[in-house]
C-alpha cells in the first residue's frame, strides 16, 4: 500500500491542487474568458486524475481486464488533447474576433473528436520499464503528435500576433508552450517519466496566477462602462495606444444616439438611461465580429474590427439598423441610433484618421437620418 501511495503521490497532489482551483474558478467566474479557463482547468484536473488511475493500472495489468485498461488509458490521451486543444482556442481567442473563434473551436474540436474515436481502434501495448509500466503503440503516437499540432500552432499565432497580444500574456504563454513541448518530447523517449499530469499543473497554475488572477480581474474592471457593461474610454484609449504599434488593419463603427438630449429634458433621465443601455445592449448583440466595443462618450459607442471584412460589417451594422428601427416601435420616446463605418491599415495612417473618417460618416448619416424625418 505504501508503495501505491508513493508512486501516486505527485498525481494525488496535481488531481487535488487543480480540483480545488475549478470549484474556486466556477464560484468566481463572470466572464466568457473566465469560463473558458475553466475549461482549461478541468481538463488539466480530468487528466491529473486519469494520470492517478492509469498510473495504478498499468502497473496492475494483471488485476486490471485489458479492455479497461485500455478504456482508461484513451480517457487520459483523451483528457491531455483536450487541455491543448482548448488551450489553443484561448490563445486564439487573445488575438482574433469572436466570429472567428466560433470557427476555429468547431474545426478544432471536430479534429479532436476525430482522434477520439479513431485512436480506440488502434494498438496499445504496456510495456514494463524503469520503476514503472507504461503504455505505447500508434493510439499514443497518434495524441501525442496531435497535441504537438495545437501546441505548435499555438506559438505560431503568438509569434505572428505578439504586436496586438497583452505582453505579459505573451511572456507567460510563450515559453509555457516551448516547455510543454520540452515535457512531451522527453516524455517521448522517456515514457516512465509520466510529467504530463505536473506539467498542467505547473502551467494551469501559472495562467491562473498571471493571467486570470482575481486581483487582475477587479482592476479590470476599471476598464468597464459600470452604466451598460461594454467596455469604457479608458479601454479604447489603452487599445488605441495598442492598435498604433501594431501597424495592422482595422475597421471602426462610430455609433451615435440620436435626441439623447431631447429624451433626457422631456422624458427624463430613467428613460435616457433606458435608450442608452438598449442601444448599448443592441450593439453587442448585433455586432458579434467586432473584437471590442466601448462607450466612448455620453452618447457615443464604438466597435473595432481586426482585420475587417467590409461585408460582414456592413450585414451586422444592417441588421442592428433593422432591430433599431424595430425597438423605435416598443418606446415612448424618440429612438435611434447613427453610425458611420471607415477602415484602415495602420501601417499607412494612423489610428485617429480612421476613427476620424468613420466619425464623420456617422455626422453625414445622422444628416440624412434628419431630412428623411422632415
Keep these: 500500500m505504501t508503495n501505491i501511495i508513493l508512486l501516486l503521490r505527485e498525481e494525488i497532489v496535481c488531481f487535488t491542487a487543480l480540483s480545488f482551483l475549478v470549484l474556486y474558478c466556477m464560484k468566481t467566474a463572470h466572464s466568457a474568458r473566465d469560463k473558458h479557463f475553466i475549461r482549461i482547468a478541468f481538463f488539466a484536473a ?7 488511475i492509469t498510473t ?10 485489458f479492455l479497461l485498461n485500455k478504456a482508461l488509458h484513451m480517457m487520459l490521451l483523451d483528457s491531455a488533447l483536450l487541455y491543448t486543444t482548448e488551450m489553443f482556442t484561448y490563445i486564439f481567442s487573445a488575438a482574433y474576433s469572436k466570429r ?17 474515436i479513431i485512436t480506440p481502434l488502434l494498438p496499445i501495448r504496456y510495456v514494463k520499464g524503469n520503476g514503472t509500466a507504461y503504455t505505447a503503440g500508434p493510439s499514443v503516437v497518434a495524441s501525442f503528435l496531435l497535441s504537438f499540432v495545437f501546441i505548435g500552432s499555438s506559438m505560431i499565432i503568438i509569434v505572428l500576433k505578439h504586436k496586438v497580444m497583452n505582453k505579459g500574456f505573451i511572456q507567460l504563454l510563450l515559453p ?26 505547473i502551467m494551469t497554475f501559472a495562467m491562473f496566477f498571471a493571467l486570470e488572477n482575481p486581483v487582475d480581474a477587479y ?42 438630449k431631447i429624451v433626457n429634458d422631456n422624458f427624463g433621465h430613467v428613460q435616457g438611461d433606458d435608450f442608452i443601455i438598449t442601444c448599448a445592449h443592441l450593439i ?37 439598423q433593422m432591430a433599431v428601427r424595430s425597438k423605435e416601435e416598443t418606446k415612448e420616446y424618440p429612438f435611434g ?26 455626422y453625414l448619416k445622422k444628416k440624412e437620418l434628419k431630412v428623411n424625418r422632415e
Design 46 to 52: 480530468l487528466h491529473a486524475f486519469m494520470d492517478l
Design 56 to 65: 495504478y493500472t498499468v502497473n496492475n495489468t494483471d488485476k486490471i481486464p
Design 100 to 116: 472567428s473563434l466560433k470557427k476555429v473551436r468547431l474545426l478544432t474540436y471536430g479534429i479532436a473528436l476525430a482522434d477520439i
Design 176 to 201: 509555457a508552450q516551448v516547455a510543454m513541448t520540452a515535457v512531451l518530447v522527453t516524455q517521448m523517449f522517456i515514457p516512465e517519466l509520466l510529467a504530463t499530469g505536473g506539467c498542467g499543473m
Design 219 to 260: 482592476r479590470q474592471r476599471a476598464y468597464i462602462d459600470l452604466v451598460t457593461g461594454v467596455r469604457n474610454k479608458n479601454s479604447y484609449e489603452e487599445d488605441q495606444k495598442r492598435f498604433e504599434k501594431s501597424h495592422e488593419k482595422i475597421g471602426i463603427v462610430i455609433f451615435d444616439l440620436n435626441n439623447l
Design 284 to 320: 453587442a448583440e448585433h455586432m458579434k465580429s467586432a473584437w471590442r466595443i466601448y462607450r466612448i462618450g455620453g452618447d457615443e459607442f464604438a466597435a473595432i474590427y481586426r482585420q475587417p471584412n467590409k461585408k460582414i460589417v456592413e450585414l451586422e451594422t444592417a441588421q442592428l
Design 337 to 362: 441610433l447613427a453610425y458611420g463605418y471607415a477602415e484602415g491599415d495602420l501601417e499607412e495612417e494612423k489610428f485617429d484618421d480612421v476613427m476620424n473618417r468613420a466619425d464623420e460618416r456617422m
